[in-house]
């Protein structure tokens, strides 16, 4: 009987565990002594990245899609079709076509926006959070020819925590490139008292709002919102009116895993934060944004997890007793505008020192973005620095 | 949640979460509770003892102090509105 690694999920975690266990158990699979499956219902792996760019043009449809089966390595099977059961207890993973049994589990179930959390939230105004989303946003930002701009953060943690300082960013280089910046008030919300988590990144990103003449709203945590009037409301019992929002929903986890009795608070799965082993099993794994780890829910996690996820099954796998423990690492582009970018490198116990936003890292972000497919997606760069 | 039937109190232990992680807890425990409640948020996040002032002070509700325990602090808000 072979060994069984099955991935339940083919987003970004997912494939690059595989791939890079596929990688380090070439003969092993071609013997027919050890299986690779990855389940998804979707066909396609879309880089998410994406979608905070499409708005402003910088990437297109084309460049954030490709299949999931062209992807994965020619010796991991890919199964098109969604867990609708996970049994911890018995290793079983059920699906619509039969039950899956493992050796070793790999929950790469990823977040989703839940915009049910906020009372008119989904009807108010758009984001970039999906890829459709990304494309109706582009046209409004497209059509706006001047007034109040907000983006705002509905609820925390959510997918790319420096995405919307981004979107401030992008969005004020975007209009002052067309002329109309005087136009455009841009609005910045966040519902902690600094506009990001981390002290002197936050203290950062201040000053350079500050100088972009972007309005900082601070401890704005949004209770509803009125598509009517166009007005955020807040716990605080503030308002703000606006003539554009964009809005990042709050997120939650899989249905799969809250549904299967795995998930704990908002939806996120129980992780030890060094092993990323489901808390109370040793043979499952969980990584990416699916943990409730408190790391970034970002895809260099989830590359940098996978890294640690793949070496330790390898090592059960032969033998061995497991030989890596995530240190937290994480890696995130912040683009401070359509030309330049700094970027954060930090860890459990070393916050970032980003350097001053430059050109060369808003160049490598955009080389990155097509590098994911042919190196990191693939399993080909595993876990540097890991 | 439990509730510490002698002093009436909503505790919330949020312990081994990081920052936002307490602030986001009480203020999701403050949107579900009713005006005249008194939550205790358990942190370990020494963080939160500069936030959660900030957000009780600018959300119009009473903060009540801290109390050191070992490795953490029990941090006591009042819903006022």
Redesign the interface.
């Known amino acids: 009987m072979p060994k069984k690694v099955l991935v339940v999920g083919g987003g970004t975690g997912g494939t690059i565990v595989a791939n890079n266990l596929a990688h380090r158990l070439h003969d092993k699979l071609v013997a027919g002594e050890v299986e690779i499956t990855v389940l998804d219902p979707s066909p396609l792996h879309v880089y998410q990245p994406a979608y905070l760019l499409i708005p402003f043009g910088i990437m297109h449809r084309s460049e954030a899609i490709r299949s999931e089966r062209s992807l994965l390595a020619e010796t991991v099977r890919f199964r098109q079709e969604g867990a609708t059961k996970i049994d911890l207890k018995n290793r079983t993973v059920q699906t619509a076509s039969g039950n899956l049994g493992y050796d070793f589990l790999v929950l790469a179930t990823g977040a989703r926006p839940d915009y049910s959390q906020v009372p008119g939230l989904e009807k108010a105004g758009y984001d970039f959070y999906t890829l459709d989303n990304a494309y109706r946003l582009r046209e409004a930002l497209g059509r706006f020819g001047g007034g109040r701009l907000v983006t705002a953060v509905a609820g925390i943690p959510f997918k790319c925590p420096t995405a919307p300082i981004e979107f401030a960013f992008l969005a004020d280089s975007y209009y002052s490139r067309l002329g109309l910046r005087e136009k455009v008030q841009v609005d910045y919300v966040y519902p902690l008292p600094r506009p990001f988590t981390i002290q002197n990144v936050a203290e950062d990103v201040q000053t350079m709002m500050d100088g972009r003449k972007i309005n900082v709203n601070l401890l704005f945590n949004i209770e509803s919102v009125d598509p009517e009037k166009k007005e955020l409301k807040s716990m605080e019992g503030e308002t703000i009116k606006y003539d554009l929002a964009v809005l990042t929903p709050p997120h939650t986890g899989a249905e799969v895993v809250i549904k299967s009795g795995i998930a704990g608070k908002g939806g996120w799965i129980p992780t030890d934060r060094y092993s990323l082993r489901v808390n109370g099993y040793d043979d499952a794994y969980a990584i990416g944004d699916a943990t409730d780890i408190p790391v970034s829910k970002a895809g260099s996690a989830a590359d940098f997890e996978a890294a640690v996820v793949a070496t330790n099954i390898w090592d059960s796998l032969n033998g061995f007793a497991p030989s890596l423990r995530y240190d937290g690492k994480v890696m995130c582009f912040i683009i401070t505008s359509i030309g330049e970018a700094t970027i954060l490198l930090f860890d459990y116990e070393h916050p970032p020192k980003p350097p001053p936003s430059n050109f060369a890292c808003y160049w490598y972000k955009l080389v990155y973005n097509r590098m994911y497919w042919s190196i990191t997606a693939k399993g080909l760069l595993p876990g540097v620095g890991v | 949640m439990s509730e510490n039937q002698q002093e009436k109190v909503k505790v919330i232990d949020a312990r081994g ?5 307490p ?2 807890e009480l ?1 999701r425990a ?2 579900e509770s009713a005006v005249g409640d008194v939550i205790e948020i358990w942190s370990s996040d020494t ?1 939160s003892q ?2 959660i002032p ?2 009780t002070e ?3 509700h009473e903060f009540l102090g801290v109390i050191h325990e070992e490795g953490y602090d029990r941090i006591k808000v009042r819903k006022k ?1």
């Open positions: 979460s990081f920052c936002p992680g602030l986001m203020i403050v949107k963080g500069r936030d900030k957000w600018k959300a119009g509105r």
